[in-house]
């Protein structure tokens, strides 16, 4: 029988290539007309930039601000009336900076400068990443066992509830939760401490991070004038790392809810021959349930007759000298 495995597989590439087309479509329809508008805005005040300094070519404007953008792209500011709390890599902010890239979130916000640092971050980031991974995965999953398995186990053992219900029934509970703990009230809190962003922009914020997407289009603890920037940035890394496990809790519970690994199964070659052997492991044939017996000894009984050897005794004849 041909497996239709294979088949199956072509067809997912090709929906994830055509959810990619749609994607790229809908963010440059509703995104050009801004840019667009955006490039017009700066072509004015380019101009009116000029006009107004006569004095200063195009050339040398053009030339400082391509390395203002360049040393702002490092974090650094550009701006002469530099406060303390605008330092990029202190080490609150170093420490910022670990955990967002230990994590994979990388705001890009700043990024090292030095050669040795880019050596740094390279090794530290091969041991570090798979080490953060693994820390957030076993605490996800510890806290999966007592928030989810152990409740349930209570509840249908003692109430005597549908098992399946309750599962559906616990996984809603729990989600709300979540998503109610780490992005809609952090959203508030976001608004109010940044000043300048949105709610809508806060939950944005909080999305993008909390699914290691980090686009760095907002960054916290960046805005001028913050109260206490050291210890809200800590704070910051807190709700991250937490955020990071609860995330993954979710996905464990939506995974367990569908059913995943059977429609994954669907697009894995080869699995049908894994699956029958388990199965033949699980149920073994009737005649391995017999009590064991090992081959040699069977072989050498049956291969060696009682009357070879006379100075054995033989329990299958009489002994002729016994009567």
């Known amino acids: ?5 294979p088949l199956l597989f072509l067809l997912l590439l090709l929906s994830y290539v055509l959810y990619l087309v749609i994607g790229a479509y809908v963010f440059s329809t509703l995104e050009q007309p801004f840019e667009d508008q955006l ?11 000029l006009k107004t300094h006569p004095c200063l070519s195009e050339e040398h404007l053009d030339d ?14 550009v701006l002469r009336n530099i406060s303390g709390f605008e330092v990029k890599w202190d080490f609150v902010s170093s420490l910022f900076f670990t955990g967002t890239t230990l994590t994979t ?35 996800a999953r510890n806290l999966l066992f007592l928030l989810r398995d152990k409740p349930i186990h209570i509840l249908h053992l003692q109430c005597n509830f549908d098992r399946n219900k309750l599962v559906w029934i616990h996984a809603g509970i729990v989600i709300s939760l979540l998503l109610l703990l780490f992005f809609f009230i952090p959203a508030i809190v ?14 944005y914020f909080c999305f993008i991070s909390l699914t290691t997407i980090g686009l760095g289009d907002y960054v916290p603890g960046e805005q ?34 569908l059913n995943c690994d059977r429609f994954f199964n669907l697009f894995l070659f080869g699995c ?7 199965e033949m492991e699980r149920d073994p044939p ?10 040699h000894d069977e072989t050498r009984r049956r291969r060696v007759p009682h009357s070879v050897s006379p100075a054995e005794k033989s329990y299958g004849t009489i002994n002729a000298s016994f009567s």
């Not at 049908?272 to 388990?278: G, L, P």
């Open 64 to 77: 400082f601000l391509r390395k203002a953008f360049l040393v702002k792209s490092f974090g650094v500011s």
């Open 39 to 49: 490039r017009e805005e700066v072509e004015d005040l380019w101009s009116d930039f």
């Open 272 to 278: 049908e021959d894994s699956r029958r052997a388990e």
């Open 224 to 257: 001028s004038g913050q109260r206490m920037p050291a210890l809200y940035k800590l704070l910051v890394i807190c709700y991250l790392l937490i955020g990071l496990i609860a995330v993954f809790i979710l996905v464990e519970i939506m995974k367990s809810l």
């Open 286 to 295: 009737y005649d391995s349930e017999l009590p064991f017996v090992p081959k």
């Open 1 to 5: 029988m041909v497996s239709h495995r």
């Open 105 to 139: 979130i990388g705001y890009g916000h700043p990024v090292p400068i030095s050669l040795k640092g880019k050596i740094f971050c390279l090794l530290y980031s091969i041991i570090g990443i798979p080490f953060t991974l693994t820390v957030l995965s076993i605490a």
């Open 190 to 203: 976001f608004e109010a401490v940044e000043g300048n962003w949105g709610y809508v922009d806060a939950l």
